[in-house]
């Protein structure tokens, strides 16, 4: 076996197992005097062969879905070998925490679990184009900005990338979407560099490179070539960051509006609601990124077998939502906020029901279909207390049938 694959191989084995649990409010400690670590700090220590810890955080473009093996071929596996050729001295351990489909407003919710506990000397941030490439919402920008401040407060060296679609590569004289120069200019305020793969892919389709090579097989995900050329954007940045004496600021007040300063996931089997159980997250899933396990502990459980009533939850923010898991039989849900019926985003007049299965990637059976699930109930909330009530509708469902949440997720002032 090379001597390279065997020690990418031994990497993988020695991650270090998330322990914490985001459960408990977070928020940006206190910045300190001291300078706040850059790229070219990190490399510093990379080069006196210091332990490192690198997260690579966001959706499918981090993951690496197309990739033909997304350990080796996506960005990501390219940029670890990259720095294992880079530092052949320096353990490294790196840790994969991107689920595809899912933006900055769940990554928030998951900062603490899925990144911070693995004490990160190093973060590479997705969520340009999973947030929304053509729209600038303020709760997006929001929950963006909250994950970057909170890694730059907690001294952590990050490095946004800016991902794209084939479809933004297909007109490369056009502006950048409106996202991507919000993101830009989030870095520029707290001097974070960025692997910027839209301008980079852009500049390769102009010199002639067919745009059906990249993207073979659809829209959103490249194969082995358009990844190699992700990796090629973030790789010179990083090279170029390096020798840069651009400092790291953490700004006194938010670039976009701080709707997002206090985040709580309540863990829903702390304190398992009557009429529900505990259960074991799946061990199986439609695909890897897409593992419940992977994501969050043990989850309540409502089943059609006792037909578990109603969850009722109090929380407090602007925002709330549900995170857990779920399948082809996955019952549909009522919600109620405050005692006000809540229907689902462009539902049809009087439609209060949520499908969560997963009925349209797999065939609505027992045994298929196992994905996590997360629900962004509302956004909009006026700050403050609420109560959330969380209905599974049994009529009509499966004898098998199961809503499966781990937590309840709400953010605020």
């Known amino acids: 076996m090379p001597a390279l694959t065997l020690r990418l191989l031994l990497t993988s084995l020695l991650l270090p197992v998330a322990a914490l649990s985001a459960r408990a ?3 940006p400690s206190a910045p300190s005097a001291a300078p706040l670590p850059t790229v070219a700090s990190f490399a510093a220590r990379a080069e006196k062969r210091e332990p490192l810890s690198v997260v690579f955080f966001g959706g499918s473009l981090t993951w690496g ?4 093996d997304p350990q080796r071929t996506s960005y990501r596996g390219r940029m670890m070998t990259y720095l294992l050729k880079k530092y052949p001295n320096t353990p490294f351990t790196f840790h994969d925490a991107a689920i595809g489909g899912t933006g900055s407003m769940l990554g928030m919710f998951r900062l603490e679990r899925d990144v911070l506990a693995y004490k990160p ?9 999973n947030d929304g490439a053509e ?34 590569a297909e007109k490369p004289d056009a502006p950048r979407p409106p996202r991507h120069e919000a993101h830009l200019k989030l870095a ?3 001097g974070l560099p960025v692997g910027n793969t839209l301008d980079y892919i852009r500049l390769k389709a102009k010199s002639g490179v067919p745009i059906t090579t990249i993207w073979p097989l659809d829209g959103a995900h490249p194969c082995d070539e358009g990844y190699q050329f992700m990796f090629e954007a973030v790789r010179d940045r990083f090279e170029q960051a390096i020798t840069e004496t651009t ?10 509006e701080d709707l997002y300063p206090k985040t709580t996931r309540q863990i829903l089997t702390d304190k398992l609601p009557e009429g529900w159980t505990r259960e074991l997250t799946y061990r199986t899933a439609l695909w890897f990124d897409g593992m419940a396990s992977r994501w969050m502990g043990d989850v309540a459980t409502a089943s059609f077998k006792h037909k578990s009533p109603a ?42 029901l949520w499908p969560t299965d997963t009925s349209k990637f797999a065939p609505a059976k027992k045994g298929s279909g196992n994905l996590f699930g ?40």
């Open 25 to 27: 409010d977070t928020m």
């Open 65 to 68: 879905a197309n990739a033909s």
């Open 121 to 129: 000397d190093f973060v590479f941030l997705d969520y340009t184009v």
């Open 135 to 168: 729209d600038t919402d303020i709760y997006s920008l929001a929950s963006y900005e909250h994950i970057v401040r909170e890694l730059v407060s907690r001294r952590i060296p990050v490095m946004p990338v800016l991902m794209l679609f084939r479809w933004h």
């Open 188 to 190: 520029a305020a707290y």
């Open 247 to 256: 400092p790291t600021v953490l700004p006194t007040t938010s670039v976009f």
């Open 311 to 352: 969850l009722e939850v109090e929380f407090t923010g602007s925002m709330v939502g549900f995170f857990g898991e779920r399948n082809g039989l996955a019952p549909a849900v009522k919600i109620w906020i405050d005692g006000q019926p809540v229907q689902m985003p462009k539902a049809a007049e009087g439609n209060y």
């Open 374 to 413: 997360w629900t962004l109930i509302s956004r909009k909330l006026t700050d403050g207390k609420h109560t959330l009530r969380i209905e599974p509708v049994w009529e009509g469902a499966d004898k098998d049938a199961e809503l499966r949440i781990e937590s309840i997720c709400s953010a605020g002032r």
